[in-house]
């Protein structure tokens, strides 16, 4: 089945420093992605629309200088945090859809983002 | 705005005692209800879509269905292997296909 792959699965990085994270679709092209962030016993929220070829789409109160995206070809997007402080220390997750309508949703494994 | 309500938020079961996780939504126009599982630490993994009432989809022990106002997933005869977060969502029609989540139920079962 299609398979949507993220990297890293977890990184640390230091106060003031940026860190990158890939989100690939394995077997599939995708046009759109989707960045989630999730808080431990939380549910997902959604952060961004990665759009190919355009600019991302920022929800209300996501910071589109901080949370840099990139998507430059249909089967990759990825998410910089820049200077990252400790209360962006979080779990980070992208999706993706195939199928017809996009229908049928696949989340990558997730990135836990440490920033100490 | 769209909301999805999942309830209970915990659920600690029996192996083999069957019951339903319940979630309701409110949605301007649904395009899809998607369920999902969730085990600690992991990104969520796909379990079905259901597109329109009265809709069931079925997957060994796990059942889904869909009203105009809620979808159950009922888990028949569960065992250990089952615990995990169970995630509704909704895709609205006119939107871009992002989801929006519920909260979750936490699904403990015992052996």
């Known amino acids: 089945g299609a398979v949507v792959s993220q990297h890293p699965s977890r990184v640390i990085c230091k106060s003031g420093t940026s860190v990158k994270i890939e989100c690939r679709s394995l077997?599939?092209?995708?046009?759109?992605m989707f960045w989630y962030r999730q808080f431990p016993k939380q549910s997902l929220m959604l952060m961004a629309t990665s759009n190919e070829g355009s600019k991302a789409t920022y929800e209300q109160g996501v910071e589109k200088d901080k949370f840099l995206i990139n998507h430059a070809s249909l089967t990759l997007s990825t998410l910089t945090v820049t200077s990252a402080h400790p209360e962006d220390s979080s779990f980070y997750i992208c999706?993706?859809?195939?199928?017809?309508?996009?229908?049928?949703?696949?989340f990558g494994e997730g990135s836990w983002l440490t920033v100490v | 705005e769209d909301q999805v309500t999942q309830s209970p938020e915990a659920l600690r079961l029996q192996e083999g005692e069957s019951s339903s996780l319940n979630c309701s939504y409110t949605v301007s126009g649904l395009r899809g209800l998607f369920w999902y599982r969730q085990d600690p630490g992991k990104g969520p993994e796909f379990l079905f879509t259901l597109y329109s009432a009265g809709e069931e989809k079925e997957k060994e022990r796990l059942k889904a269905t869909l009203t105009k106002k809620e979808s159950f997933l009922h888990i028949t005869a569960p065992k250990p292997e089952d615990s995990a977060t169970y995630l509704c969502a909704v895709q609205a029609t006119g939107s871009a296909r992002q989801l929006t989540f519920g909260s979750g139920t936490q699904l403990t079962v015992l052996p």
């Open positions: 077997d599939f092209q995708a046009t759109t």
């Open positions: 999706s993706a859809g195939v199928g017809q309508w996009g229908n049928t949703i696949y």
